[in-house]
């Protein structure tokens, strides 16, 4: 009790603690001892009311009805308490515990909350993703091309990739002798088949080269990485898996028909083919000056420099990188990295913005070709993958022309979103501009003629397979440019 008197007659409300009966005292006045003037009996239990539920009942001095206004009292009363408890008789360690489990409570309520907010933050950030997906999709399945050009293969987001885990599934198709001879010959017909019967088709290249049996191949793995190739490669008019498969099946014909199994080593073999299968991968659909004036994500990747073959390359490379579609597990690690850099290079080299550097440099070279030097190797494997990449009129008419179609098909595409964007439009991608014949004779007569032409002093025996049919084609568009010209003469005005 405190050493103040007072003629108000301390009141006393008895607490029930766990079955314990507790007396608490209180004094109207507080003077110079506040605290202690204010609490008598057994204190301990006054702190145990703290922790636990409790129930009041009040003496004689006290109704019935003040036992609420006791309850409001004594919540102020505690709260007081814990502010001045060095000042108090109440075990120090007993409020320093209470303390401690009031503040552990509040943050872990705290750290609860900003859990459950951030939570709800991601749940709303992958809602948005998906929903981006399904318009992304809607608005593509309605234009027939793709409304943006980001790339399906996003490195910050992981790999896109999906190889199969399992034994592939898809047909083993046995070839006829007569399909085995047409895949040696630029004459073959790519529109008669479905994509399975060209997985089988490029698995059987690999394998009559003798390149299952150089790099250590399993067969297993050779066919999931042709499967994982085929699932990067987007459904484009032009830029496709049947493109994918054209290309490579050009340099598979132009193997056999320049005999380079005699000429360059299995190594070599296995970088033509393994760039003109990946020479594509991820294509977008747009070219790159689209791809820089645009300043997409691409773009500013790469800085500009070939935006599109660094991703292809890019692309091809993470694919080799998942252990199921290693078709180079089993080659020395120093082998690999050349192997790499070798399709790497081959794969820049089809940009066509460097056709004159590259063009010039074989012509510096076609006269006094060395098999044995590297550098002219190098230079000959880039010819050999730009004229299999560009070389659809080479084939019959009944082949090359479907192409053409799909061509310009995507190149329109390209040109209107370029107008709806303001930016610049390539003539002769311009659907109000050129026609099928226009685009054509200048890309067969300053392109295709001149660098097969050269590759012809090298391999004279394509000349009539090859170069022959470019001729050909050249006269049957010019032939049609001058109807086209006739039939816009007579038109009345």
Known sequence: MGSSSSSYAPKAIFLDVDGKMQKVSLRKRMENNPIPSYCTGDTSGVFFLLLCPFKATCSSPLKANSVNRCVVFFFFFFTYLAAVNDAIRFPRRAFRIN???????????????????????????????????KLRDEMTSRSGGRINCPCKYNFDDGKKVTPRRDVPNYPKYTLSQETVEALKKPTFDVWHWEHNEM?????????????????????????????????????????????????????????????????????????????????????????????????????????????????????????????????????????????????????????????????????????????TNEEHVTCLKMVLIKCCDISNEVRPTEVAEPWVDCLLEEYFMQSDR????????????????????????????????????????????????????????????????????????????
């Open 199 to 371: 997985l089988s088709c490029l698995e059987y290249m690999y394998h009559d080269l003798g390149l299952v049996k150089e790099f250590n191949m399993n067969p297993i793995t050779l066919k999931r990485w042709l499967l994982a190739i085929q699932e990067n490669y987007r459904n484009n008019p032009f830029h496709n898996f049947r493109h994918c498969f054209c290309v490579s099946q050009m340099m598979y014909g132009m193997i056999h028909l320049c005999n380079l199994q005699e000429k360059l080593t299995l190594t070599d073999m296995g970088i033509l083919m393994t760039a003109a299968v990946c020479h594509d991968l991820d294509h977008p659909g747009y070219n790159n000056t689209y791809q820089i004036n645009a300043r997409t994500e691409l773009a500013v990747r790469y800085n500009d420099i070939s935006p599109l073959e660094n991703h292809h390359c890019a692309v091809a490379f993470q694919i080799i990188s998942l252990p199921e579609c290693n078709i180079f597990a089993n080659v020395d690690p120093e082998a690999f990295k050349q192997i790499r850099q070798a399709i790497i290079t081959l794969i820049l080299a089809t940009d066509m913005a460097r056709h004159g550097e590259i063009l010039d440099s074989f012509k510096q070279k076609v006269d006094n070709f060395d098999f």
């Open 418 to 493: 370029e107008k709806s964007e303001g930016l610049p439009v390539a003539p002769f991608m311009d659907r109000d501009k050129v026609t099928k014949p226009t685009a054509q004779i200048g890309f067969i007569k300053f392109v295709l003629i001149p660098m097969f032409e050269t590759v012809m002093k090298l391999f004279p025996q394509i000349e009539e397979i090859m170069v022959q049919p470019l001729r050909d084609s050249r006269d049957h568009y010019e032939e049609l440019k001058q109807i086209d010209d006739a039939m816009t003469e007579v038109e009345p005005i």
């Open 99 to 133: 303390e401690l489990k009031t503040e552990v409570t509040n943050r872990l309520a705290m750290l609860e909350k900003r859990v459950e907010l951030e939570g709800l933050k991601v749940v709303e950030i992958e809602k948005c993703k998906n929903d981006l997906r």
